[in-house]
């Protein structure tokens, strides 16, 4: 370490390319994104969000093996890392959701249709996947208002798995459960 100022610096590249890593992943370059993590990994082997966030870029890319690996190699002492644990959901979200299939159909299914509830679940969750949680949170919310009781609440309870994703402190789970409670108590 070539003193204070030198790891500070480093400290500071590492923070600025995570925050470059996540806007890839959320403008749908999950590719770029996981190459960045991984790039980040190299020099900070165990920096949760790199870990967790290329976990998170392999279970949206469909590939839950090297998802599963990279989280297998995350230290005992980050495993209650909300980005660890995050990442964790999000994989066992993906696993559950099975063959989401391409977002621009999707889209283009629930545009023709705006009762696909199918359909929009389908796309909500993989715009939660890249990270694009408000909209994928407004997409449920959208079923929900439509039909509420639409497949044994299926969207209602896709809603609380994101909760569980996201953790108690993240504000969009805040804000997701105030929307929640206004369309169910309305």
């Known amino acids: 370490a070539g003193g204070a100022a030198g790891a500070a610096g480093g ?95 999707l889209a283009a299914r629930v545009e023709a249709d705006p009762d696909d509830h199918d359909a929009r679940c389908k796309l909500a969750t993989l715009m939660f996947l890249r990270g694009q949680v408000e909209q994928a949170m407004d997409q449920l919310l959208t079923v929900i208002r439509r039909d509420r009781a639409w497949e044994d609440e299926r969207a209602r309870k896709q809603l609380v798995k994101f909760f569980d994703v996201l953790g108690l402190q993240h504000p969009a789970m805040l804000k997701g459960r105030r929307q929640l409670s206004s369309v169910l108590f309305s």
């Open 11 to 105: 400290e500071d590249e590492v923070q600025v390319a995570l925050a470059e890593a996540k806007s890839m992943a959320e403008a749908g370059d999950v590719q770029g994104a996981a190459a960045l993590y991984s790039q980040i990994l190299q020099l900070e082997p165990e920096n949760a969000a790199a870990l967790g966030g290329l976990a998170r870029s392999m279970v949206t890319l469909g590939d839950f093996a090297s998802a599963e690996e990279v989280l297998g190699q995350v230290p005992a002492s980050l495993t209650n890392n909300a980005e660890i644990t995050g990442a964790k959901a999000a994989l066992a979200l993906a696993k559950e959701s099975g063959e989401l299939g391409d977002p621009v159909a």
